[in-house]
């Protein structure tokens, strides 16, 4: 993957906000026990205009954002109370079946909470290979998740006229099977250009690299069948084949509308790619 900006989605909205001076609260949480909606580190935006993030949902994000609102609504809310610290027992407090308890810091949305600012861990780096249908629809999956995602297209006009989120970086290639040597050790592919002779020479360029994390094609059983006879043919060995994954999506999830095809498919590669 190439070294493109690869900020998390929500750094991007505060750094936005920051910059159109909209006045904002960072909510975190920064200390956690038991069982809680969510983990350490955990994080929300919210502003005058909108939310962006969550903290769990349910009552404890409602009365979040009641708090948060009203915090934004004092007029010039004193230096030295920031941050503000609300320890929270979710069973005596909100009658939350969790049972467990955090505390959640108000910050203001700032210069200084922006450099103090940690992406969360990368969830996935995928080099994803075609911008029809179905490619637009995983990218629009992906545009919310910590991930690194290098979308290659040999056609600039199929990519949408929409710019993407920064840690989506698009890539017209003259020659795409080229491209798969940009990726690292432990990347995922994904295969589903216009064209299968297109297709072959990516698959093969992604199984003669050998270190990838996952190779997944889309197609049909019959496709794969193809595939496999002419990359025994131009020497791929069977125990690499055995690694491609097609047709992709998980197993028992019917539907060939893109949209479908996406869910299945960006739920694999979670599924594939943790831990």
Known sequence: MTTHDTRDPDATAARTALAGGRPTLLVEVVAARGSVPRGLGTRMLVGADGVRGTI?????????????????????????????????????????????????????LDAATMAAWTDPPVRLRLQLHGAGHVG????????????????????????????????????????????VGLGRPGDAYLVLTHRHDLDLRIVEAILRRGDFGFCGLIGSATKRARFEHRLRERGIPASTLSRLTSPIGLPGLTGKEPAVIALSVVAQLLQRTSG
């Open 136 to 179: 637009r629809a995983i990218v629009r999956l992906l545009a919310d998740l910590p991930c690194q995602v290098l979308w290659v297209d040999e056609r600039d006009k199929e990519f949408p006229s929409e710019p993407s989120p920064p840690h989506i970086e698009r890539l017209v290639s003259e020659a795409p099977e080229a491209e």
């Open 56 to 108: 769990g949902g349910g009552h404890l994000e409602w009365q979040v954002l009641q708090r948060a609102r009203e915090l934004l609504a004092r007029d010039g809310t004193p230096a030295t109370e920031w941050p503000l610290d609300w320890p929270v027992a979710l069973g005596p407090s909100l009658g939350q079946c969790c049972g467990g308890a955090l505390t959640l810091r108000f910050s203001p």
